[in-house]
């Protein structure tokens, strides 16, 4: 088919596509900047994970400080304060109020958005993605741009554009467990929180269950040492859990929704491929299951949970990792064990290596931690870049690294930081006259410092 026939729905000098956490940023980033900005994206809401697969809290980045590394960050931050929607530490927020902010500055930005637009292909000529083809209820049309940036997650556009990826552990192509997360309320978090409490006292085990000034968090997964571990053997032995129940149970509080608690969990560890629209389907299926079968768990087996109903379930199944476009320059598994320090760095994060399913099989003894006094690794401004291409880059899970670095920057502060990194990049690129890739990311980084982001 010659996609150029097509007609022309809409033309920017950047196109975001997906807004997700990192297209939301680079879309807001870039809109600042003053260009004319266009985020296309499937659902009809910005935040992707964060908000429609009801992913929270943000996790920590384990350097002193937590230095976010985005201005953007900030802004977020205290507008959710403002309706008390996140914690003081920025950290557990409130999804759909996230959702709401997110909109709202991309529209004060001049950000124009495309909801309930699908990407499906792409048009490159010349080392050039000159459109996006994308399906929506006007049919198929094109979509042009000076610059792209693909934030789909699952890298869709790089894809079919051509660029070359990597998937899935390479030892075996298997890729990350996918979850299907949910919101119970009308929860007791008194009541509740003295049962963790309890459970925790008995066993010692304070790091897998607390309750403290609002604050609920509850796990138990594979192996013995969880302070409900007891509970949860009984209703697995009295059938009302199935053992995979408990391979992965995780919940929080939520900031500013009291009485709620976010599940990251059921979780599946076969037909785990986020690009795969069975598996995807499969997860919403049985995660419905398997989340009435939990619900009713909680209700006999924990205390609080008499009046719980479930109020959300995620629309988007949570995909920790599928493609990874190859860039400029590709974090590598050595980068992150040594605590890589680069020059065009736009993030910086100690977060751990965090593979789900035990498909970890790194042999890291050969690697040493760089000893400057400096305990994090870096991510580059070239990990935004896509090799071979003149006007495409990328941001959020799905940049430049490989399967072991990525199971560490996929979480939220560093796919906001990329996002505004490349937001900042292609902005500044289309301001000079000059190709993204011949950008110095040291300039990005200043850019991203001036407005208030923080580093190290
Ligand atoms: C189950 C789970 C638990 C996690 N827990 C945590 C946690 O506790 N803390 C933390 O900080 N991180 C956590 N993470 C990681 C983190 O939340 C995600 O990696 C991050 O939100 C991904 O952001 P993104 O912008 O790269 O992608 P997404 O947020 O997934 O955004 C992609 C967007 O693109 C849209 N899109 C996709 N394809 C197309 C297309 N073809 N056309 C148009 N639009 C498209 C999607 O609808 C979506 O809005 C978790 C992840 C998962 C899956």
Redesign the pocket.
């Not at 296309?40 to 659902?43: A, D, K, M, R």
């Not at 637009?117 to 499906?120: G, L, Q």
């Given at each position: 088919m010659d996609f150029t026939k097509l007609p022309l729905f809409a033309e920017a000098e950047i196109v975001v596509?997906?807004?997700?956490?990192?297209?939301?940023f680079a879309a807001i980033s870039a809109g600042k900047m003053g260009r004319d900005v266009l985020v296309?994206?499937?659902?009809g809401s910005?935040?992707?994970?964060?908000t429609?697969?009801l992913?929270?809290?943000?996790?920590s980045t384990h350097i002193k400080g937590e230095p976010q590394c985005s201005y953007v960050s900030n802004l977020v931050r205290d507008r959710l304060l403002a309706v008390g929607a996140i914690d003081e530490r920025g950290a557990n927020f409130d999804p759909i109020m996230l959702k709401t902010v997110l909109e709202e500055l991309c529209v004060e930005s001049g950000v124009r958005i495309l909801y309930n637009?699908?990407?499906?292909e792409a048009v490159v000529s010349d080392g050039k993605l000159t459109d996006i083809v994308?399906a929506n209820k006007s049919g198929l049309g094109r979509i042009r741009a000076k610059t792209f940036i693909d934030?789909?997650?699952?890298a869709?556009?790089c894809v079919r554009a051509g660029a070359e990826y990597t998937k899935g552990n390479p030892k075996n192509g298997k890729n990350q467990p996918?979850?299907l997360?949910y919101i119970v309320s009308g929860v007791d978090y008194d009541e509740f929180g003295r049962q963790l409490n309890e459970e925790a006292s008995r066993t010692g085990l304070w790091g897998t269950a607390c309750y403290s000034e609002g604050v609920i968090y509850a796990a138990c997964c594979v192996g013995d040492d969880w302070a409900l571990n007891d509970i949860f053997l009984k209703a697995i032995e009295n059938g009302d859990l199935l053992p995979e129940d408990k391979a992965y149970w995780q919940g929080f509080s939520v900031t500013g929704r009291r009485g709620c608690v976010a599940f990251?969990n059921p979780?599946f560890f076969v037909d785990t491929d986020g690009t795969n629209p069975e598996h995807i389907t499969k997860a919403q299926i049985n995660g419905k299951k398997a989340i009435a079968r939990q619900l009713a768990f909680c209700k006999k087996y924990l205390r609080g949970f008499e009046n719980a109903y479930v109020s959300d379930i995620a629309s988007?199944v949570?995909?920790?990792e599928s493609r990874n476009v190859k860039t400029e320059y590709v974090l590598t598994a050595e980068d992150l064990l040594r605590r890589q320090k680069f020059d065009d760095m736009f993030c910086q994060s100690n977060y751990p290596v965090d593979i789900h399913g035990g498909i970890f099989d790194f042999d890291p003894s050969g690697v040493q931690p760089l000893d400057d006094g400096k305990p994090w690794y870096e991510i580059p401004f070239r990990s935004l870049v896509v090799k071979g291409f003149d006007n495409l880059m990328v941001?959020?899970?799905?940049l430049g690294a490989e399967f072991l670095a990525q199971s560490s920057l996929?979480?939220?502060?560093s796919?906001r930081s990329?996002?505004e990194a490349a937001g900042i990049g292609a902005a500044l690129a289309i301001e000079k006259g000059i190709l993204p890739r011949e950008l110095d990311g040291k300039e990005v980084r200043e850019i991203m410092v001036k407005n208030g982001a923080v580093y190290a």
């Open positions: 596509c997906g807004g997700g956490t990192a297209g939301a296309v994206e499937s659902l910005l935040g992707g994970t964060a429609n697969g992913v929270l809290p943000i996790m637009t699908f990407i499906a994308v934030a789909t997650g699952d869709d556009v996918i979850s997360r990251n979780e988007l949570g995909v920790r941001a959020g899970r799905c996929r979480v939220q502060h796919v990329s996002g």
